[in-house]
């Protein structure tokens, strides 16, 4: 595929967004990405982010409250690399998760690619 994904942190939301935890999550339909941050490099500016898991619901905050693939992901890095979820609400979530998992080519994600 010719186009590439680049995440920006910026335009997608986490929890600290709105909260502490994941209680003011929005109670919306929209995608959300399972990103590794490596912080190992952060002492010269730079912050690896890599996208691991595309997924998708219809509400948001339940679904991202108890997400399993978050639990294995984060099990298996090693010190200064966690897993973050990051979300974007929007009414198309079906057909978003389809194209950014085409265009990730994440790792936990089988299906569409």
């Not at 190992?40 to 898991?53: A, D, L």
């Amino acid at each position: 595929m010719n186009a590439r994904f680049v995440f920006k942190p910026s335009k997608w939301f986490t929890e600290r967004t709105y909260d502490t935890n994941f209680m003011c999550l929005p109670d919306k339909p929209g995608v959300y990405l399972i990103v590794i941050r490596d912080m190992r490099n952060i002492s010269i500016g730079k912050m690896r982010h890599k996208v691991m898991y595309v997924g998708s619901s219809k509400n948001l905050k339940n679904r991202c409250y108890r997400h399993d693939v978050e639990k294995q992901i984060n099990s298996d890095l090693p010190p200064m690399v966690d897993a973050v979820i990051f979300f974007l609400p929007c009414e198309n979530y079906i057909e978003e998760e389809k194209r950014l998992i085409k265009l990730t080519q994440a790792r936990y994600n089988k299906q569409w690619r």
